[in-house]
């Protein structure tokens, strides 16, 4: 209830702000909408229904999200295309999703030893990311809104126990993104499932092990019922950034009012998701040692190879990808920039 009036009246706040309101001369807006992950996952496919209801709150009838569970209109690995072609108005997912199309997008997603949410946000609106993401994205009539915020994921689940490279080496897991062509150099065979396609194949031994979210999403998918060894810290992705991706077309034909609303309510939203979590993380975690999970921690070392096969992996992407270089080199910098204050705050 605490969370609905908060919602009701930040909404209330973001329709001033937009100037937007049920007298508004514009032309209403309706946009079909999907989520990449189900309603029920928090700070993803949670985010997706919090953004909703506050956009159709705020903007007294001009902007109308009609929103769609994962998988209901097209497999959420497909969202992008579906938006680029304009089947889907809007979908509600992931950059690392495009990887093998747009490498270059995967580090807006979740970068391996990378930002915390703060400084990762930071970059993104005050140190020139956003700008580059979306001269990446309109080549390809899609326009980007960063819309969703996570905190750090786990290190994964294996079915084994994991202490050195030699224990990685010939294993099948289900790695995204960056972190994929990390455990690829550490002799994994690493593929890409969607959400719903995890357990079943961790279930069934198809794959020795995965990452794929914080501790309040895995519970709900319920990995510690068939595999007891649980890792941390998630170097693979201290920190998420989920995105509402808006056909261009769509976009353009919308008015700056409603562009606005639609950009205020995903800093909302961020804001909103990344601090729902903090107790159901640590509600999870204390499920998963009651159902026999033991919570380990990767050894020092073979983090240390992590980071190697890292900066292996950043460097090839850096030379075969200009804007994979010039998106990695913009974050880097904004790193150094603010490198001081960064460790003194974490110390």
Known sequence: MIRKILSIGFAASLAGLAGVSGASAEDPVSLTVQSAWPFVFPASGRDAEHFANTINAASGGSIEVDLHNAGKLVPSLEIFDAVQRGTLDAGYTSPLYVAGKFPAVQLFGGVPFGPDALEYIGWIYNGGGLDIWREIYAKQGVVTVPCGL?????????????????????????????????????????????????????????????????PAIDKIVGFDKIVKNYYVP??????????????????????????????????????????????????????????????????????????????????????????????????????????????????
């Open 150 to 214: 996570m905190e750090s994921e786990s290190g994964g689940w294996y079915k084994n126990e994991i202490n050195s490279k030699a224990d990685i080496e010939g294993l099948k897991l289900r790695f995204a993104g960056l972190a994929g062509e990390v455990m690829k150099k550490m002799g994994a065979s690493v593929v890409l499932l969607s959400g719903g396609d995890i357990y079943p194949n961790l279930e069934r031994g198809v794959i020795d092990g995965t990452e794929f979210s914080m």
């Open 234 to 347: 998630g170097w693979h992705q201290p920190a998420a950034i989920n995105e509402l991706i808006i056909n261009k077309a769509k976009w353009d034909a919308m008015s700056d009012a409603q562009r606005a609303l639609i950009e205020l309510a995903c800093r909302e939203t961020m804001m909103w998701g990344v601090t729902s979590t903090l107790t159901e993380n640590a509600e999870a975690i204390a499920g998963f040692k009651e159902n026999g999970v033991e919570i380990r921690h990767f050894p020092p070392d073979l983090i240390e190879a992590f980071r190697a096969a890292t900066d292996e992996v950043m460097a090839e992407q850096a030379e075969k990808d200009a804007d994979f270089k010039r998106v990695h080199e913009s974050l880097t910098a904004y790193r150094a920039a603010n490198a001081n204050w960064s460790a003194a705050r974490s110390n």
